[in-house]
T-cell receptor, first 118, second 114 residues
Framework: AQSVTQLGSHVSVSEGALVLLRCNYS??????LFWYVQYPNQGLQLLLK??????LVKGINGFEAEFKKSETSFHLTKPSAHMSDAAEYFC????????????????FGQGTILTVHP | GAVVSQHPSRVICKSGTSVKIECRSL??????MFWYRQFPKQSLMLMAT?????????EQGVEKDKFLINHASLTLSTLTVTSAHPEDSSFYIC??????????FGQGTRLTVV
């Protein structure tokens, strides 16, 4: 079974500062990894995904993440935080199966609330 | 891009009544959809896997008689919370996978049972 651990339930940064949200995963097979953002009372928006191609993945809104197999990590970064980045972020893993019946079946981390100060 | 629509976005119901939540894939067919629940300040937890034309698969600890799932067509899955109680108040989100590498989420439904 796969699992995801997000280190730090709350992260606070100043506007313009580096954003680093940590995610470690556990999976017995090569995983697909995702970062989602959730604004209050809204659904999930995909930021980026790793699907066994390039290990450095660029997403929307200036975010990127690097898959490091040796560290079983998939940390999310953004060079310069913006006030609009304040939200909750979820790391998720999907392993699926050969039959494809697990399309969309994800295991989520606990979430990290990002606060951006002016 | 592929879109999953969930309705309603918010619902308030009285304790003991039933509530139906719909999840539609708008421009693709989804033989499998997933229902998640998110309690306040917690992560999303998978409740069940909805399979078109067959019974849903429920995660451990989820009452199948309380959370009825119907996936009668390739574009629609419904979740009915039966005899709702205040502890069922939560944020319910559905998803459908277009490929193994991508899941699309509905907007979510905020259920409040009073």
């Amino acid at each position: 079974a796969q699992s995801v651990t997000q280190l730090g339930s709350h992260v606070s940064v100043s506007e313009g500062a580096l954003v680093l949200l940590r995610c470690n995963y556990s999976s017995s097979v090569p995983p697909y990894l995702f970062w989602y953002v959730q604004y209050p009372n809204q659904g999930l928006q995909l930021l980026l995904k790793y699907t066994s191609a390039a290990t450095l993945v660029k997403g929307i809104n200036g975010f990127e993440a690097e898959f490091k197999k040796s560290e079983t990590s998939f940390h999310l970064t953004k060079p310069s935080a913006h006030m609009s980045d304040a939200a909750e972020y979820f790391c998720a893993v999907s392993v699926g199966d050969a039959g494809g019946t697990s399309y969309g079946k994800l295991t989520f981390g606990q979430g990290t609330i990002l606060t951006v100060h002016p | 891009g592929a879109v999953v629509s969930q309705h309603p976005s918010r619902v308030i119901c009285k304790s003991g009544t039933s509530v139906k939540i719909e999840c539609r894939s708008l421009d693709f067919q989804a033989t499998t959809m997933f229902w998640y629940r998110q309690f306040p300040k917690q992560s999303l937890m998978l409740m069940a896997t909805s399979n078109e034309g067959s019974k849903a698969t429920y995660e451990q600890g989820v009452e199948k008689d309380k959370f009825l799932i119907n996936h009668a067509s390739l574009t629609l899955s419904t979740l009915t919370v039966t005899s709702a109680h205040p502890e069922d108040s939560s944020f319910y989100i559905c998803s459908a996978g277009l490929t193994l590498k991508r899941a699309f989420f509905g907007q979510g439904t905020r259920l409040t049972v009073v």
